[in-house]
């Protein structure tokens, strides 16, 4: 059974920093590739940053400079480090593994920064 579980939302004023955390089990995790993802209410949900197996990464252009995806394969767990929030990145935030053809989701945490 695939589980993705994360932790480190929370409320935070704009311009400080939250680090998110997704430990995994259940899938090969030095074969997957992981990824951060958000979604606002009424939105369709984005991609935020992935890494990949290999360890390449992508940001989407608006977290590019501010946040940092990284991933310890000892660990099964990825990690977003967030800086310089805006209210903007409000949202609920999802981990995301793809692995064996196939997409998994963790149950989301959310992420309110306040201006």
């Known amino acids: 059974q695939v589980q993705l579980v994360e932790s480190g939302g929370g409320l935070v004023q704009a311009g400080g920093s939250l680090r998110l955390s997704c430990a995994a089990s259940g899938i090969s995790f030095r074969g997957a590739h992981m990824g951060w993802y958000r979604q606002v209410p009424g939105q369709q949900r984005e991609s935020v940053a992935r890494?990949?197996?290999?360890?390449?990464?992508n940001y989407a252009d608006s977290v590019k400079g501010r946040f940092t995806i990284s991933r310890d394969n000892t660990k099964n767990t990825v990690y977003l480090q967030m800086n310089s929030l805006k209210p903007e990145d409000t949202a609920v935030y999802y981990c995301?593994?793809?692995?064996?053809?196939?997409?998994?989701w963790g149950q989301g945490t959310q992420v309110t920064v306040s201006s």
């Open positions: 995301n593994a793809y692995w064996g053809w196939t997409d998994y």
């Open positions: 890494i990949f197996s290999g360890g390449g990464t």
